[in-house]
């Protein structure tokens, strides 16, 4: 469905919600979900003139609008929490130790390298997190907007800094949606919403997650139908699902649209960027938390059988991501297979810069999803000029288009095929680097844009 033509208006208040980012600072890195509600975030920090954007901080239990210079001071420290960091990967320890793994060469007696995220005796900013989590939560169940006795100064003041009746809520997560009682604040206040929709993977695949994830998911697309005056899909794959998922329902149809998602600017500099210096063996990237859907239980199997091939040769294999749920096969080969030990790298967590850094020097990245709402990674590689590997599935046919090469997400022989020729220059290989530099992905800014947009009735998809 597309939103039609309105007459253009001029741009009105905005209530961003960083529930999620609040929720996740503790975090040394954002995931997919985190880097979007980071992304709106900076935009309207930074954009945000004339005071006609506060930050909203929705918990179980309580809305919060926060202040003013309380809410700027949460984002800014959001940004340099997971933005500083980004700048060189040089100057991150993860990235450091990776490059000398990769600059070691392969030895029989290798015990499985694992570079994990620091728990015990967490830093000062760890502290600080910490204590500016606590100090927002407070204050925002202090300053609720959600209690049905609110005053009518209070939906006054929403109306405010809202705009009134052109003001929008915005919520680039699905923070809180299973709990539509969080949202009742929305119809006193005179505001429109509008929500991205990043999956029904919870729905449509439940065996991927944890027992009762699907009926929470129910929940936040029934808030969401109820709720929102226009959801934003992050493919034309993810607003599929949802209008299947609506025809068997009674529940209202909200103004919905499709914008993909952008990425990050170091993604956009492509192969003008550092990468590891000193490369013993030939490595191949995955990227993505280690949970059933990313397959990465099969990607090990097939590279243990690849790797045994007295034909295959010598390569590495680099796993950026934290661990997950539902993936206990995956966990057993990487901490008691003795098989792929020597040529398998777990590092849980890097930086943007890292990441860009680390996929240029690659072979190719190896995406082999069951299923996606999007699949940034890819679109991550692409953008850089890095091949890509890809599973052939609906979501990275769609933003992968030409550039990349796809696999059924289940053929062995045809995995074994791909790392067999993207392990040395073949024509296949050279021809995947051909397509990736011609590729554009959409920086972050254009995404926005896109969405400002619709908001004032002049996109037209």
Not at 345 to 374: H, I, M, N, T, W
Not at 380 to 392: F, H, K, Q, R, T
Request: hydrophobic share 45%.
């Amino acid at each position: 469905m597309t939103v039609p033509n309105r007459p253009t208006s001029p741009r009105t208040g905005r209530l961003l919600d960083i529930s999620r980012l609040l929720t996740r600072l503790h975090r040394r890195t954002p995931t997919g979900i985190d880097r979007a509600e980071l992304a709106y975030v900076r935009h309207y920090l930074e954009n945000g003139a004339g005071g006609d954007v506060r930050f909203v901080l929705t918990t179980p239990l309580n809305t919060g609008l926060l202040a003013p210079r309380l809410g700027a001071h949460v984002v800014r420290s959001a940004i340099e929490r997971w933005c500083a960091p980004a700048v060189d990967p040089t100057a991150e320890p993860a990235y450091r130790r990776l490059c000398d793994i990769l600059a070691a060469p392969l030895g029989a007696d290798q015990v499985h390298q694992a570079i994990r995220s620091p728990r015990a005796a967490p830093d000062i900013q760890d502290k600080r997190t910490e204590a500016l989590i606590a100090t927002v939560y407070a204050l925002g169940a202090a300053a609720g907007i959600a209690d049905p006795r609110q005053s009518a100064l209070r939906r006054s003041t929403l109306r405010t800094v809202g705009g009134g009746a052109g003001g929008w809520y915005l919520q680039a997560s699905h923070m809180n949606l299973d709990q539509p009682r969080r949202l009742a604040w929305l119809k006193a206040s005179g505001l429109r919403s509008a929500f991205l929709l990043h999956d029904l993977i919870p729905i449509s695949h439940p065996e991927h997650f944890l027992p009762g994830e699907d009926a929470h998911h129910h929940r936040r697309m029934q808030t969401l139908a109820h709720a929102a005056d226009l959801v934003i899909f992050n493919s034309r794959m993810t607003g599929d699902a949802w209008h299947t998922h609506l025809a068997a329902t009674d529940w209202p149809q909200p103004r919905s649209a499709v914008v993909p998602l952008g990425i990050e600017d170091v993604f956009l500099a492509g192969r003008d960027g550092p990468s590891p210096e000193a490369v013993a063996v030939p490595y191949f990237v995955a990227v993505g938390t280690i949970e059933a859907r990313k397959n990465i239980a099969f990607l090990l199997q097939v590279w243990r059988q690849w790797t045994q091939d007295g034909h295959a040769p010598p390569a590495r294999l680099v796993i950026v991501g934290r661990r997950g749920w539902e993936s206990e096969n995956a966990f057993d080969l990487l901490d008691r297979c003795s098989a792929i030990a020597p040529s398998v790298v777990e590092v849980a967590e890097l930086g943007d810069a890292s990441l860009a850094a680390l996929l240029r020097g690659a072979r190719a990245l190896l995406a082999p999803s069951l299923v996606e709402g999007f699949g940034l990674p890819v679109v991550e590689a692409l953008a850089l000029g890095v091949p890509v590997i890809a599973s052939d599935i609906g979501a990275h046919r769609e933003v992968g288009a030409a550039a990349a090469d796809y696999v059924d997400p289940l053929d062995g022989p045809g995995w074994i095929a791909a790392l067999d020729d993207y392990a040395h220059d073949s024509p296949r290989r050279d021809a995947a680097r051909q397509r990736a530099r011609v590729y554009r992905a959409m920086p972050w800014s254009d995404h926005i844009r896109a969405v400002e947009e619709l908001l004032t009735g002049e996109y037209c998809p």
